[in-house]
């Protein structure tokens, strides 16, 4: 019996672990220097959150009131993306 469970919800453990371990990765990212007004999809509200708090990473800025796991992603992206722009520019 425990076996089919274990089966059953395999998958869902799986995916959750991966979002885990990427909430991890992401919660580290520092979003110095970053101009809200230059990432595409954010909401003009979170915009103004991140704006008006600041934060010094993406972890911080996941603690400010009403912050979306959307936008996080959002910001997450936009900061990677970035990263892998300069650092081609870098090695060209």
Excluded: C
């Excluded at 520092?30 to 010094?56: C, I, M, W």
């Excluded at 009403?66 to 990677?80: Q, S």
């Amino acid at each position: 019996m425990h076996l089919e469970i274990d089966a059953k919800y395999d998958v869902y453990l799986k995916r959750q672990t991966a979002d885990v371990d990427a909430f991890r990765r992401d919660e580290g990212l520092v979003l110095t220097d970053v101009d809200y007004t230059d990432v595409p999809g954010l909401s003009n509200e979170a915009r103004a959150k991140l704006q008006k708090a600041q934060p010094r990473t993406v972890g911080q800025a996941g603690r400010i009131d009403g912050m979306t796991p959307a936008a996080l992603g959002i910001l997450a992206a936009y900061l990677r993306r970035e990263a892998r722009r300069k650092s081609v520019k870098a090695t060209a």
